[in-house]
């Protein structure tokens, strides 16, 4: 159906220039395609052209029936966590970490059951009180800063997430953690693991406001046992200078929990890139695959706050791993660095 409409559209495209000969076309939505376009010589056209198509989703359109409120920020962070419901078609799972269903900025994720045309066929909200999240969620914890799709990690057959809340308490304040969450084929929670200071497996030694979970992968198994494995981002870590940022690789087991975890920060991992204060080191993280074919999934980091070329440049760092999830090599992406002459 969609497709008929974007050749009208191209149709319509193509008449419009055979009739005026003008240039000046761009591309519209439908929300503005009743605008007037300015030409160059200060005239107006009629000439606009939809370049594929796209599809609105907010709290009153593309097909999206649940409620959002004012400042909850849905589509701050967004993942394709699979098939959930076995339809053929992926879906989506989007962050809305300031959602206040049972507290002032707790957080939800919706979980999007999306037809083939980009629109929501259904949805399913997870938070304190809905989608039979049996975790606890606080104020300011911000559940769904960041969302990955985990593959199915229990392997009962449905695809699971990883759910960021860097506002976590445990341990003290804004340590930050993450939450596993198994999912059913209808986006509700079966079962849910929080991976935290001293909660889940984990071991590793967070500090106040280091914000852990505020960026979260599936980088793909790096020790090898079949069982895909997390990087968490951490950057506001003090490793090196004050928020010089670090990213925790977490080998996990199939229940949820960690079975062993690797810092990466100036100080440590085997990383010999500098990281310097406020450059938040881990505030994106992505999985790359296995870029240099050692049989060990790579990584690629995020440095907003890297100053190479001038204040707050931004960069980014790809890490090569070993299998205990060490970085054996670096390569830093930032302004006239790695082969990147995209200005800054
Ligand atoms: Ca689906
Ligand atoms: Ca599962
Ligand atoms: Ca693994
Ligand atoms: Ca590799």
Redesign the pocket.
Known sequence: MHFNKRYAYALIFVSSLLLTGSSGFRCSSDDDSKNKNKNSSGGETDIRVRVGDEQKISADSGGFNGNLDDGDQFGSAIADPGDLEVDGVRDLAVGTPFNDDDGSDEGAVWILFMDDDGRVDQQQKISSNAGSFGGDLNDDDLFGSAVAGIGDLNNDGAFDLAVGVPGDDKGGTDRGGVWILFLDAEGKVRQQQKIADDAGGFGGNLDDDDRFGSAVADIG?????????LAVGSPNNDSGSDNAGAVWIL??QADGKVDAWQKVSDSAGGFNGNLDADDHFGAAITGIGDLDNNGVPDLAVGVPGNDKGGTDRGAVWILFLNAEGKVQQEQKIADDAGGFGGGT
């Open positions: 198994d790096v020790n090898g046992d079949g069982i895909p494995d080998m996990m």
